[in-house]
């Protein structure tokens, strides 16, 4: 859009990829475990199993997610092959919410509810959450000053 600017880029936290990280270090340390005489064949392939697994559910879970805060909008783009885009006009906004568990909190990881009148967004598994709102909550403040500013002028 004319005169818009990104504002920031919110980034995945690490705690999203759990089960894939499990899966390769299952991967890795399944060869190694003393199971039985013959079965280093069938351990190599189910260490090669579950390092597929492990790729293929990171392709899924990342999926080409991008979460991208302007000053005129919030953006959630997602899809490797087929995009799929998701847009927010600010000035539409009317709540925005933040869920962290108790892990969250720790790890400072959480999911960003942003709320229309219609619909609501979820942008889960968010680093810094918190941080992510305020940028939203001050992006939808100038733009209601700008707005205000602009109904006194005329």
């Not at 979460?67 to 925005?96: A, D, P």
Request: net charge positive; hydrophobic share 45%.
């Amino acid at each position: 859009m004319e005169g818009e600017v990104v504002v920031c880029e919110a980034r995945f936290h690490y705690m999203l990829y759990w089960l894939p990280i499990l899966l390769t270090l299952l991967a890795i340390a399944l060869p190694f475990i003393p199971i039985g005489e013959n079965t280093m064949r069938y351990r190599l392939i189910f260490s090669g199993i579950f390092l597929v697994l492990a790729l293929l559910w990171y392709i899924v879970i990342n999926n080409g997610k991008k979460f991208v805060l302007t000053n005129k909008r919030i953006i959630l783009k997602t899809g490797i092959i087929m995009r799929n885009s998701k847009e927010l006009m600010l000035r539409k906004c009317e709540s925005i919410n933040v869920r962290q568990s108790i892990l969250g909190r720790i790890l400072n990881y959480g999911d960003v509810v942003v709320s229309t009148g219609e619909e609501k967004d979820v942008f889960k598994y968010i680093w810094s959450p918190m941080t992510f709102s305020t940028k939203v909550n001050e992006q939808i403040d100038k733009i209601s000053i700008s707005a205000n500013g602009a109904d006194t002028t005329n």
